[in-house]
Every structure is written in structure tokens, then in C-alpha cells.
């Protein structure tokens, strides 16, 4: 808080708030490009930096040591030329130049040639990395200070030298080898080699250490999906196996909370269920009259309100994920609306197999289309399943609910004074179970407006 002021007043400053925006700028464009997933970013973390060392450790080689080699290389050569030059001109020769040019062959390793006086050839063109025609130019005007002509390209083992003499012309051809550092190459390849090998086997650890991660991350979607997750195994570093051991510990507490809630719930329902059929035979022994036929109608609520409150607690289940004919569900949800007199219509696009709990699945969808029909006079379900995802929306033109009800609809035993109620029994848990559903299988089920002008309900379930 107390550098805040300060902070603002030096980004009122231009040429600094240039730099904020550069650096967000540049934050930004990172973020966007750079890899989202951990081996990439790890392997980007670990070869980043080798590449900048590498390329800092061939530049510094190249400029001092590559560099240095071949002027003292070219020192040494040009040096022996002066020295041919000088005896040359200093000492009188034999008409063909015979004993300069075998002392030049036989201790310099040079072949020297005396041409008559004839102008130079013009320059050829430079390569584009001329190192070793800036050395030995530089070294032939300071040693020998005469016109010359070089050719270091036309020849790939050989380099030629013209000088220009008094009275001739000096021809020199010597190996590139004597003036220029030929062997620089193998210590790039060796550091270029070396670096491929270690980091081929730091890829290949970096790969064991990340798939435990992944594997945990597989398995905790799986099981946020409601997928069995038997055969995952704690793997990896010490703190990977931790965090897998405290998930199988989370699971395994979450399946027994389920299966105690679900064993209750299975005395709790035939203890009811028995009072309820003990009912039903007394009214039966009864006979059919005006009163019966109220208490008829209560027990039949009671059963109703009882098996949505045990469905609503009893969720998903122990029922396993199975691949399920999506399009054909859309199908038969569209017969049930279309049976009670509800203009219906369906469409389905994509891959029509899904991965989900069946039964719940269909629960799910009959709450939702059932809830549709009783209030409106069209409904149509559509379905998608693409870029891994499956959308099932649910659209109607009835009243609909206002935006800001629409998350008071999904609290259990929560009813509407006016509009519509959320299932068939009027116990308010129609759309709290399908969410419960959806959410289930890892995704979600929300409230949108319709283009038919009334509720669009939309579940979105992860492939």
C-alpha cells in the first residue's frame, strides 16, 4: 500500500508507461503461445536454456578462438610469402626462378610460381562469411603493402595468392588448411552431439517423472466423471505419491459415504414401501367409493413424493459409465413428449456414441422434456456431440422462469408460486436431480432463454 503512490506517478511518466504497456504486451503474447500442458513447458524450461548456452559458446568460439587461429595461421603464411618476395628482389636468381620456388616447396610447403608482369584479375566476388579473406587482406596490406588478388572460393582444398612485383607477378597456392582453422567444425559437432545425447536422455526421464502426474490428473477426472478408477497405482516422486495416495484415501471415503447412504436408503424405502402397500390393501378391502378414491390419490402422491425424495438422495448409484446410443435416447424422449399431445421435434448431430450412466442419463433428460411438456405446447431436444463435448438442449414455449429465479429452481424442495412447477410429483427436485445427474458425469446443466420464447435447458457432459 505505501508504493502504490509512487507507482502510479512514475506510469504517468511516457516514456515508462511505453514500458508497462510493452511488457504486458509481451506477458500477454506469452500466455497465449506459450505451451499449456507440463511436458511441453518442462521440456521447453530445460531446452530454452541449453540452446542460448550453446549458441553463446559457439559465438564466443567462433569470435575468439576460430578467429584467432586463423590470423596467426595467416600471419604465418604471409609472412613467408614476404620472405619469397624479399629474396626475390634482394638476391640474384637463376632464369627460371628454379631454387626460390624448391626452397618454397620443400620448407614452406608453398608452390611458387614467377609470372611475367601482367595486370591482376579482377576481384572475385566475396563469400558471404569471408573470415579468412579479411585475415589474410589485412595481413598482406601490412606486411607486404603491394597489390594483390586472392581467391579463397574457386579452389575448396587450395588458396590462391597474387602479388604484384617490380617486374613480375608472384603466384602462391597453398592449402586452405595452412591459413585457416579447417578443424573448428568438430568441436561444434562434438558440443552439438554431446548436447542431442543429453538431452535426449533428460527427455526421456523428464517423460517418467511427468506420466504419473498425468495418470493422476486421468484418474481425477475419471472419477469426477463417475468413471471406476480401479487400476490407477500411486507412481512417481515421493510428492506425486502422496498427492495419489490422498486421492485413493478421498475415493474410497466418498464410495462408502455413497454406498452407507445407499444401503440406508434402501431400508429406509421398504420400510415406507411396506406401510404404503399395507394402505393400498386396506382401501382395496375398503371398496371404491368417494373416500377411497381421495385416500387413493394420497397414497399414490405419497409413493410419488417418496420415490423422487429416494432418487434425488440416492444419485447415480453404483451404475458404471457404458457407451450409449445418444441419438436414439434424443428419440425416445421425443415420443414420450410427443405422447402426451405436445408438438415435439428433435435433431441430433456428431457422433452419436457417448460415454455415460444410462439410466441416470435418461432421468436426467425425462425431468427436463417432462418438465417442458407439462407447461408449453412445443418442445424440441437437440443434440451435439463434437470437440468433446455433449450438448442435449432442452427448448420449449411455455412462461419459462425469470433470469433471477433460475438459480433458486435448483435448491431441493424449492417450488414456484406461480409458473411452473420442476417434476410431476410437485416436490420441487425435478431440475436439483438432473443438475446432480449432470454434474455427475463431470459436466453441467444450465437455464438459458429460449428461441422459442420460453426455457432452454442445456446439459453439457465432457466426452
Not at 604471409?78 to 618476395?85: K, L, N, Q, S
Not at 447415480?316 to 410427443?338: F, H, L, R
Request: with cysteine; hydrophobic share 40%.
Amino acid at each position: 500500500m505505501i508504493f502504490k503512490a509512487p507507482l502510479r506517478a512514475l506510469a504517468k511518466i511516457p516514456p515508462l508507461r511505453e514500458m508497462i504497456r510493452i511488457y504486458r504486451m509481451s506477458g500477454q503474447w506469452l500466455r497465449r503461445h506459450m505451451p499449456k500442458r507440463l511436458l511441453p513447458r518442462t521440456i521447453l524450461i530445460i531446452v530454452l536454456p541449453m540452446i542460448i548456452l550453446q549458441s553463446m559458446m559457439a559465438y564466443l568460439f567462433m569470435q575468439k578462438h576460430w578467429e584467432t587461429v586463423t590470423k596467426r595461421l595467416s600471419q604465418a603464411v604471409v609472412g613467408e610469402i614476404a620472405a619469397t618476395i624479399s629474396i626475390l628482389e634482394s638476391y640474384p636468381q637463376d632464369a627460371n626462378f628454379e631454387t626460390v620456388t624448391s626452397i618454397a616447396a620443400r620448407d614452406m610447403k608453398l608452390s611458387v610460381s614467377v609470372l611475367p608482369l601482367t595486370p591482376l584479375p579482377s576481384p572475385r566476388p566475396k563469400p558471404f562469411f569471408s573470415l579468412l579473406d579479411r585475415a589474410l587482406s589485412e595481413e598482406i596490406r601490412s606486411q607486404i603493402g603491394r597489390p594483390f588478388w586472392i581467391d579463397t572460393v574457386g579452389r575448396s582444398q587450395f588458396v590462391e595468392i597474387r602479388i604484384l612485383l617490380k617486374k613480375n607477378v608472384l603466384r602462391v597456392i597453398t592449402r586452405r588448411s595452412q591459413t585457416y582453422a579447417s578443424n573448428s567444425h568438430i568441436f561444434l559437432v562434438w558440443m552439438v552431439g554431446t548436447s542431442l545425447v543429453l538431452l535426449g536422455v533428460a527427455l526421456l526421464f523428464l517423460r517418467n517423472q511427468v506420466r504419473p502426474i498425468q495418470q493422476l490428473a486421468n484418474a481425477m477426472e475419471s472419477f469426477g466423471k463417475g468413471h471406476q478408477v480401479d487400476d490407477f497405482r500411486p507412481r512417481g516422486a515421493e510428492e506425486v505419491r502422496r498427492a495419489s495416495t490422498a486421492f485413493q484415501r478421498m475415493s474410497r471415503r466418498i464410495e462408502r459415504q455413497i454406498e452407507q447412504r445407499t444401503i440406508m436408503l434402501a431400508g429406509v424405502s421398504h420400510d415406507l414401501r411396506t406401510i404404503l402397500t399395507r394402505f393400498r390393501l386396506q382401501l382395496a378391502l375398503l371398496g371404491d367409493n368417494e373416500d377411497t378414491q381421495e385416500l387413493s390419490r394420497d397414497v399414490r402422491e405419497m409413493n410419488n413424493m417418496l420415490e423422487a425424495y429416494l432418487a434425488f438422495a440416492r444419485g447415480d448409484g453404483d451404475e458404471v459409465a457404458t457407451d450409449v446410443d445418444i441419438s436414439a435416447i434424443v428419440e425416445d424422449m421425443e415420443t414420450d413428449a410427443g405422447a402426451g399431445g405436445v408438438e415435439t421435434a428433435s435433431s441430433y448431430a456428431g457422433d452419436p456414441i457417448a460415454r455415460v450412466k444410462e439410466s441416470a442419463f435418461r432421468r436426467c433428460l425425462t425431468n427436463l422434456v417432462a418438465n417442458a411438456a407439462r407447461h408449453a405446447t412445443r418442445v424440441e431436444i437437440s443434440g451435439t456431440h463434437e470437440r468433446g463435448w455433449l450438448t442435449v438442449s432442452v427448448d420449449d414455449n411455455g412462461p419459462g422462469i425469470p433470469e433471477e429465479d433460475r438459480p433458486a429452481a435448483f435448491r431441493p424442495f424449492h417450488r414456484f408460486d406461480e409458473g411452473r412447477n420442476l417434476d410431476q410429483s410437485g416436490t420441487g427436485l425435478g431440475l436439483t436431480i438432473a443438475r446432480d445427474i449432470a454434474r455427475g458425469h463431470g459436466g453441467d446443466l444450465t437455464l438459458e432463454d429460449s428461441p422459442l420464447g420460453g426455457l432452454r435447458a442445456v446439459v453439457r457432459l465432457p466426452d
